[in-house]
């Protein structure tokens, strides 16, 4: 009997079937490829699995790895093929010559036609609803021309949908780059990438390439392997993601930080702080994690540059305890690495901290650090458009951190996101009575008016202190201002 195309066959991967529209459509015939080591394998044992877990018959043909190559492979990732029919197509004629024994199908030993015989006489007596071919490069090299390994291709395809049998064939793209004799027969194409970065961990990604009448998700999307086998991070689309909320503004703790951004920053925007290194950037997102815990608004602290330890130490000389906060539960503290994290792997893991834990403060520092794990200014652009829209439509109040290069004068940021911000604060080092300053500004606020000074202010033992509007000088944002009259309005020296 015939299932229903409704009746979708899961993978059971973590995002995979996200990405297909819910799974494979039933009697139907499915490639992926990818070259050696990309995950082919590990998926159809996996998919195999599933049709186990559904309870349905199962039947994995192996061309080539021995079955019990499988089985040790599956057992790798704490996996057992109990359930499932392993066919090991092997020349028997082969096994009976002593002068020929071997354990692996080479075009020399079985003539295609017996291989196909064979497979479907495995299938007759196991009736499975899912089928796994692995791999057609056997086949490929049995059929020895183009037109040969097509029609074969078709013959397993029409007689696999005569009994509904729903199947999935891997390709380790051995044949010639633009062969594409599978791709116009199979009802949908999943292709898996390895990518070597010239420092850092392999990343892996897959796209699919085709999928007869069934809307997926387009474009690459990363994916990892790990015990227990692949874990899909589906690529984030923001416009999916609306959630109803008050859009009121939270105010601060400090009166004088108030008033420079107009009465506090707005719930569901995005801030981005601007400064050389040393000015406070991280300080300074911190006091707004502190008054987010204080509201009883769970938080999420991603930390790309600094060592964890320092930073915490850091904090709790300006009085803010992140142990503290982190035993409550209402802060989450991930240290990134970006050699070993893909960007779909952070995306889920920023979701993750919203959707489950509640986050409705965010912090991501630096955008320095988040740009290492991208493959180009591109990339981290697009990548934080739709996080930062995504975070911005979950309510959530999201701080970005970005260090520019030099200390004073004309700075220069290593990618420019400040359009994407809705609001934009500019920290400064600059000199005036002898000493090196810190100034503070906002330059841009999307959500209200804000004050269009610049103040002076110190980092202490209480926190960010902000002085006066410095009225009195000119050229504070060039590094070396002009004194236009007394100045009164300057911070003293610290305590």
């Known amino acids: 009997m015939i299932a229903t ?41 996996q998919f195999a699995l599933a049709g186990v877990a559904a309870g349905e018959r199962v039947l994995y043909i192996t061309l080539s790895e021995t ?12 996996l057992s093929l109990d359930g499932v029919e392993v066919f090991e197509l092997v020349p028997l004629e082969s096994l009976l010559d002593e002068q020929q024994q071997q354990s692996l199908l080479y075009s020399s030993d079985l003539e295609l036609g017996e291989a196909t015989r064979r497979i479907f ?21 049995l059929a020895q021309s183009s037109l040969r390994y097509r029609r074969q291709i078709l013959a397993l395809k029409h007689y696999f949908a005569k009994h509904g049998t729903t199947v999935v064939m891997l390709d380790d793209l051995t044949a010639e780059e633009h062969d594409r004799t599978v791709h116009s027969i199979a ?22 390439m085709k999928y007869r009448g069934q809307r997926f998700r387009g474009g690459y999307h990363d994916f990892e392997i790990e015990t227990g ?22 105010p601060t703790d400090s009166e004088a930080l108030n008033a420079l951004l107009g009465g506090g920053v707005e719930r569901g925007s995005s801030v981005l702080v601007l400064g050389p290194a040393g000015t406070g950037k991280s300080l300074l997102t911190l006091s707004f994690v502190q008054g987010s815990i204080a509201r009883g608004e769970p938080a999420a602290l991603f930390v790309f540059d600094e060592e964890l330890g320092l930073l915490i130490e850091r904090a709790k000389g300006l009085g803010i305890d992140l142990e503290a906060m982190m035993e409550t539960g209402k802060l989450s503290v991930l240290q990134v690495d970006a050699a070993e994290l893909t960007p779909g792997e952070f995306s889920e893991r920023v979701r993750h901290c919203v959707e489950v ?7 991501i520092d630096s955008l320095n650090g988040y740009q290492s794990a991208m493959p180009g200014e591109n990339a981290l652009v697009l990548h934080m458009h739709e996080l930062l829209q995504y975070l911005n439509r979950q309510g959530t109040t999201t701080f970005l951190t970005v260090a520019q290069h030099g200390l004073v004068g004309d700075m220069r940021s290593p990618v420019d996101v400040t359009y994407l911000a809705d609001t934009v604060i500019l920290l400064r080092y600059f000199e005036a009575a002898g000493r090196v300053r810190r100034a503070i500004s906002v330059v841009k606020k999307r959500t209200s008016a804000h004050e269009d000074t610049i103040r002076e202010y110190r980092i202490g033992s209480s926190g960010f202190m902000l002085g ?3 009225t009195n000088f000119q050229g504070v944002l060039r590094g070396v201002p002009e004194l236009l009259g007394s100045h009164p309005e300057l911070l003293g020296p610290s305590a």
Do not use: M, N
Not at 131 to 140: F, Y
């Open 5 to 45: 195309l409704a009746d979708k066959a899961k993978f059971d991967v973590p995002g995979l079937d996200d990405v297909l529209g819910g799974g494979l459509a039933r009697g139907r015939v499915f490639l992926i490829e990818g070259s050696p080591g990309t995950g082919k394998t590990t998926l159809g044992t």
């Open 67 to 78: 079955a019990d190559e499988l089985s040790s492979s599956a057992a790798s990732h704490g």
């Open 121 to 141: 006489a495995e299938f007759e007596r196991v009736r499975p609803a899912r089928v796994v071919i692995d791999s057609l490069s056997e086949i490929r090299l």
């Open 187 to 208: 009802h949908g194409v999943v292709r898996l990438d390895e990518l070597a970065p010239d420092y850092g961990t392999d990343r892996r990604r897959l796209r699919v």
């Open 229 to 250: 086998g692949v874990r899909v991070f589906p690529r984030l689309i923001s416009s999916e993601h609306k959630t109803a909320f008050v859009r009121e503004r939270v």
């Open 357 to 363: 834990q509640g986050a409705r403060t965010v912090v």
């Open 468 to 470: 006066q509007p410095l």
